[in-house]
């Protein structure tokens, strides 16, 4: 299994899972088109039982946990590789934010349900790198699903550098 320093985001994001501008009015909506791409580079995942995964995740409390950020998760039987997408919304969105704020940054995450660890570590990961406001920032000014990822990595190399200096 891979340590902290071996998880990169660029592993499991595809750039055309990378939304700049995701709309909807509710979680149902807005996870769709979260997940719809997800379709285009993993065909064997079937999106309406990822949804309602995501969903009954989401009842057991919101994954839009403050600062604009929501990182709705599920483990699912989909293969033996951890999935990623990104989904935007500058404006922000009501996702039912604990914080009660509209959610901007959306990251999906979706791991093989055989692997429960490695999908707490992608957890923990997102959370670290989401924790810095300018991170933040960078990901609402990004202008393209490549700039999304370039900024993901300068933060994972920034936050790799850091832990090596202590």
């Known amino acids: 299994m891979p340590d902290d320093s071996t998880l990169r985001i660029r592993d499991i994001l595809d750039p055309k899972r990378a939304q ?9 909506e807005i996870l769709t088109a979260l997940v719809a791409p997800i379709a285009s580079t993993h ?6 039982a ?8 989401e009842q057991t409390s919101s994954t839009a946990i403050a600062d604009g950020i929501a990182i709705p998760h599920a483990r699912h039987s ?5 999935v990623c997408a990104f ?19 959306f990251f999906v995450l979706v791991s093989p349900e055989t692997r429960p660890k490695l999908h707490l570590r ?9 924790a810095n406001p300018e ?6 000014s990004a202008d393209s699903p490549e700039a999304v990822i370039a ?14 200096g202590k």
């Open 43 to 48: 065909p064997t995942i079937d999106i309406g």
């Open 20 to 28: 700049l501008h995701v709309a909807g009015h509710s979680k149902r």
């Open 151 to 164: 900024a993901i990595e300068h933060a994972e190399q920034a936050q790799a550098q850091g832990t090596r």
């Open 122 to 130: 992608w957890l923990a990961h997102l959370c670290k790198l989401l």
């Open 78 to 82: 989909a293969g033996d590789n951890v």
């Open 135 to 140: 991170f933040r920032d960078t990901l609402l």
């Open 87 to 105: 989904g935007r919304n500058r404006d922000g969105l009501d996702f039912d934010s604990i914080d009660g704020t509209p959610t901007r940054i």
């Open 50 to 57: 990822l949804v309602e995964a995501l969903l009954e995740r």
